[in-house]
Antibody, heavy 118, light 110 residues
Framework: EVQLVESGGGLVQPGGSLRLSCTAS????????MSWVRQAPGKGLEWVAN????????YYSDSVRGRFTISRDNAKNSLFLQMDSLGVGDTGVYYC???????????WGQGTLVSVSS | EIVLTQSPGTLSLSPGERATLSCRTS???????LAWHQQKPGQAPRLLIY???NRATGIPDRFSGSGSGTDFTLTINRLEPEDFAVYSC???????????FGQGTKLEIK
């Protein structure tokens, strides 16, 4: 069964940085686009960024472009999200998700909580 | 940007009843690009339906998806206790290849 395990969340002050990781297993990681999706408290899911299997194509939502950087290490089956200039609006649970290749996310991790507060 | 609006925000039903959840898009979209996910507290979201009407692997047949154009529906027949959760619709936008989600419908036990 596909497994995605996020880590790296925590409490950070406004303006600070955090790096999230997602470790994948039980599938050929390099074949798949991967996404980061977040959910603010009491809100719906919000797509953040995605990256092609070979890492050559990347897209960001308008809300994070220029502050967040998505990357991957296929040798380590790992996905990353470097988050800089964090604001209180970035608070939430961050999920990594596999892109099925057919226009939807088919597997998700359990998420890691990011809290931005002074 | 296409906006997804889910209704109702909260749906209160009893086990054994039928749940009907709506997802409306601000412009017409292809069925291919519409999916539904289930979320339970502390758990990973789970894909239920893709391509508007196709059940994902392992999803019970009491879950069904339908709709076209701007109106899509997730129906859950004969609600089981484990079905009480939050349900979100997801749309793939091809230019650029990104995703948009509805705000979610919370299905709670009455």
């Amino acid at each position: 069964e596909v497994q995605l395990v996020e880590s790296g969340g925590g409490l950070v002050q406004p303006g600070g940085s955090l790096r999230l990781s997602c470790t994948a297993s039980e599938f050929t990681f390099s074949y798949y686009w991967m996404s980061w999706v977040r959910q603010a408290p009491g809100k719906g899911l919000e797509w953040v960024a995605n990256i092609k299997g070979d890492g050559t194509v990347i897209y960001y939502s308008d809300s994070v472009r220029g502050r967040f950087t998505i990357s991957r290490d296929n040798a380590k089956n790992s996905l990353f999200l470097q988050m800089d200039s964090l604001g209180v609006g970035d608070t939430g649970v961050y999920y990594c998700a596999r892109d099925s290749g057919d226009y939807f996310n088919d597997f998700w991790g359990q998420g890691t909580l990011v809290s931005v507060s002074s | 940007e296409i906006v997804l609006t889910q209704s109702p925000g909260t749906l209160s039903l009893s086990p054994g009843e039928r749940a009907t959840l709506s997802c409306r898009t601000s412009q017409s979209v292809s069925n291919t690009y519409l999916a539904w996910h289930q979320q339970k507290p502390g758990q990973a979201p789970r894909l239920l339906i893709y391509g508007a009407s196709n059940r994902a692997t392992g999803i019970p047949d009491r879950f069904s998806g339908s709709g076209s154009g701007t109106d899509f529906t997730l129906t859950i027949n004969r609600l089981e206790p484990e079905d009480f959760a939050v349900y979100s619709c997801q749309l793939f936008d091809g230019s650029p290849p990104t995703y948009t989600f509805g705000q979610g419908t919370k299905l709670e036990i009455k």
